[in-house]
């Protein structure tokens, strides 16, 4: 991939205290490995100086970018603004919180090329059996739901062509079923994946937002409206 450039997308709600050092880590591992990239954190109306912050890290490096939300929208709806955003010729995104390494990018940066879409999983994942065990009631979910079984559906890790994403856009759903849609459409028009493990660090700093009622709710209302959009497409 040496001659291939990359857009990072970050989506970042209340991450004032994990923010800078994992921009700084990515800066530090791209500007090693890519001819060109970009960085661009999406800031999904933090209430606390996630913005300024990302400020003031692109003002001392352009390659850094801010893609502000005023209010919260969402995971999806924060991963679609960086995606639309971006420009070069791959995106690879990760959650901005610490959990994952981006030199972990090294294991799958073999496999891309063609029609492949490569997604990490978390072979070891650093999170309470509650929450494992509601990600895995998740993904049992989506395969009875839609035919679509990977290792491990919501794994903020994973790479793909920038032409990937504008040939199944648009990807409607703001919240956690983000991915999801994503994947399954991209599988609907011929895309591949290949899964790959990655290493998954416990959160140093702030909290966890994802598995709360609301979040919840809205992911069934989105995959039945998903279900529908594709029996009728």
């Not at 995606?83 to 090294?106: E, R």
């Not at 559906?153 to 409607?172: N, Q």
Request: hydrophobic share 40%.
């Amino acid at each position: 991939m040496a001659n291939e450039s990359l857009s990072v997308i970050l989506p970042a709600h209340n991450e004032e205290e994990n923010i800078a050092n994992t921009v700084s880590d990515c800066v530090s591992y791209l500007g090693s490995n890519f001819p060109e990239y970009e960085v661009i954190v999406v800031n999904d109306g933090s209430r606390d100086r996630t913005r300024e912050i990302v400020e003031e890290l692109s003002r001392q490096n352009p390659a850094v970018v801010l893609v502000n939300h005023e209010v919260n929208k969402g995971y999806g709806s924060a991963l679609r603004s960086g995606f639309d955003k971006a420009s070069l010729d791959y995106i690879f995104f990760m959650d901005s919180d610490g959990q994952f390494d981006i030199t972990d990018l090294d294991r799958l940066v073999p496999h891309i090329g063609g029609k492949n879409v490569v997604i990490g999983y978390r072979e070891n994942r650093a999170d309470s059996f509650v929450r494992s065990l509601n990600a895995w009631m998740y993904g049992l979910y989506i395969r009875l739901m839609f035919g679509l079984s990977v290792k491990d559906m919501d794994c903020a890790f994973k790479i793909f062509p920038t032409e990937a994403y504008h040939k199944v856009r648009p990807i409607k759903s703001g919240g956690a079923l983000f991915s999801a849609e994503f994947l399954i459409k991209l599988k609907r028009v011929g895309y591949v994946f290949k899964e790959v493990p990655v290493r998954h660090f416990p959160r140093k700093f702030g909290s966890q937002s994802g598995a709360n009622l609301k979040v919840i709710l809205r992911m069934f209302r989105e995959s039945w409206k998903l279900r529908n959009e594709l029996r009728n497409s």
